[in-house]
């Protein structure tokens, strides 16, 4: 009896390995699952980096999410798709596709593309930089989240502003810290705060820097105060800018995020540039843990515009 129990055991181990193979039989849905072992993306990321179309890369999508290869999650209309969470099973396909120098270079081609996409919202924020602090307000409304944010900061040797923008942040980080850095990713944007500070009596004390917030122009535990203003809905992975903030601080060190409560304002995609419709508490909540944050508090306000802001205030681990 043991023996046919373990025959079946394996026989669905089998079928499930089979059903993955058949998945990634196809040389189309390989290359989609090999970029989305890396990154996560919609169906439009995908139409337009493979130029597919866009039923074709849905119905790829289909049978590769069939297979328990990729994982999903919804976002408003959207659905963003990545490789299941299986570490080592993914770079163990990865490994194998990448030992095929044909498939090597068509993986290097895709990443380029990939590049070039974000080259281009990059552009796409320097664009929209002389009327950033006005498209700002109109979301947040009559909350003062500056002050806010100053309430919850100590005196401080250096503090970041990540994703600082035109730097309207900046002179109220640098009455509680010695030294300030503003960083963002769109050169407009810093050459507006830079003829910001031109002016102001608080130049000296600011340095501004060209930089991802997934990848920060920071060293490790620099900084002893991290704020992430209404950033992370930007970015294609928040948590990897939330780990990237708690990198760079020091041990001790706080970290401040303001973001939206989930909302369904689509338009703010392709007019804002906003990758996420805002977090639910209980992600972000997980997130902060996941980057070696200990969360303090978390305070909730209703904007006049009809949304709901939350700022979290959390703290790097001294644990090593």
Known sequence: MYYYISIFKYYDKFMELLAKVKALSDETRLRIYAMLIS????????????????????RHLKILAEAGLLSSR????????????????????KELIL???EMKLELQRLEERISEKAREKTLFYDALA????????????????????FARIDPCAVAADLGCGTGELLP??????????????????LELARQRFKRERYGLKIELRIGEIEHLPVRDGEIE????NMVLHHLGEPLKGLQE???????????????????????????????WLGFSRELMEKWLTSAGLSLKEVSAFETNTGFRILIYVSEKSTLG
């Open 225 to 228: 105060l991290a704020v992430l």
């Open 172 to 189: 109220v980080l640098c009455e509680k810290a010695m030294r300030v850095i503003g960083i963002d990713k769109s050169p407009k944007m």
């Open 39 to 58: 990154h996560e993306l919609n169906v439009n990321d995908i139409v337009e980096i493979l130029h597919i179309s866009q039923p074709g890369a849905s």
């Open 130 to 149: 002389p009327r950033w602090d006005k498209l700002k307000r109109s979301i947040v409304g009559n909350i003062d989240i500056a002050g806010e944010i």
């Open 245 to 275: 903030a708690s990198r760079a601080l020091k041990s001790g060190g706080k970290c401040i995020v303001v973001e939206l409560d989930q909302h369904l304002q689509e338009e703010f995609r392709n007019s804002l540039g906003h990758r």
């Open 74 to 93: 919804r976002d408003g209309l959207w659905v963003f798709y990545k490789a299941t969470n299986s570490a080592k099973n993914a770079e163990l396909l």
């Open 99 to 101: 030992s095929d120098d």
